[in-house]
């Protein structure tokens, strides 16, 4: 393909995604297909001459688009939404034609650059404390990682690091062998902390890199969020045990129900057990991977107190959730940006450079797992200047305010459903409501898998379930971006017709 070819083809590509979006409440939210579908209808082999464009671009709607489900559709309600946006496609445009491994700031000045920029730029706009920026009084600043996941496995690489630094005597007082015994046993009784109510990411991170984990069982009475009651049991725990928990995960929005564990409590707990600062002090990691990005309004810092913040060591928040930035963009934040440098620098002569020996410039390498890395700064710049941050905040409260309106609907109707949770962050848990006073939980959960699967066949709307304490329940969010007010009016409508249906039955 030449660059005439490419203008051609970029042309219908653009017009085929506006088209895309334009038409896509037209299209089932989730793919139809059987599994291994694309095989009946791909060759076994790559072709051995080039093909035609047209020919390849014909398969896209023909081969590709009926195995898409469709996370920008009006009526994905499941899981927590997968954004994108006009600006954001632009930005993953020209990052595709820039492309580089830019690692290393002289890799590509601008990739470095811009990406501390906006980082701070955005810390800024979801008032995080001064800490987090990379001009800040404790030398912090964010990255761009791939995943939340990635996020939470680098920040517990970090703070293994730190803890073992800040608690093995010094080299003058034991070295060689018994130095390292003496590393090997404090690994064996490290351990990482989270709650039930925590991402699963948190454990795999603990997985992966070989240390113990425990999650802390939070409850109903308490919305599944951590308090500093529970949490000090815990810790109390582990000491007896002869543990030294050195991580806490806590979470702003937690996947099932959007709780936000008790920050205040946290701090008061972590204080009483080693106090901030002293050395062995618990590395805190803030998950706001989803309800992160509500942030960008005023009234969410204050309700969620983020100055406390200030007492933690990182945060991350996906802005490809619910912020308008196609994935990937997992926007992590560090309260000091040597904790990941030490964690993670290892050094190779072909990467060295002036620029790096002389210490002036950021070099990505050090703050995350993988050497190379995309220029994923641009898309969000492109969205932070296109939308602005009064545009950011719209799209937020604007989804809020439709899953308040979800949330109402279904109160409206205690006679079908029940909500399980307080609805928060545009996510509504709900269940079926009670039949009879005889019914049992198991009859229960068999009913609302009913209209859960019900609904979920119709086309038109996905929810995703999950289970609270053996209570199966549904998870609407309102999150889309494309998802107006007559779209969850229509969800409610099918939801009531089922719900009816299943009631008389
Ligand atoms: N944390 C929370 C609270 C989540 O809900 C999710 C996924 O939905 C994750 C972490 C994992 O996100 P990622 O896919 O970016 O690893």
Redo the contacts with the bound molecule.
Sequence with gaps: MDSQAFREAGHTGIEDIATYFDTLSSRPVVSTVEPGYLRKLLPSSAPEEGESWSAIHADIEDKILPGITHWTHPGFHA??PCANSYPSILGELYSAALSGAAFNWICSPAVTELETIVLDWLAQILGLPQCFLSTGPTRGGGVIH???????LTAMVAARDKYLRETTPPESELSGEAREDFIARKRSKMVALATTA????AKKAALILGIRFRAIPVRAEDNYSLTEEILSQALAQCKAEGLEPFFLAA?L???DTCAVDDFAGIVSALNAFTPAGQPGEVWVHV?????GSALVCPETQQEVNISLLSNFHSFDM?M??WLLVNF?A?CFFVRDRSWLVQALSVNQAVYGNHASDGGLVTDYREWQIPLGRRFRALKVWFVLRSYGVKGLQAHIRRSTKLGDEFADMIRSRPDLFEIVTPPRFALTVFRLAQKGEAQTLEERNKLTKELYDRANATGYMWFTSTSLDGRVAIRMCAGVRTTEREHIERAFKGLVEIAESIMKA
């Design positions: 899981f927590f791939g995943s939340a996941s990635e996020a939470v925590t991402h699963s990411s979470t929005g937690t996947t998950d706001g991977a989803y309800a996906n490809h959730k990937d997992s």
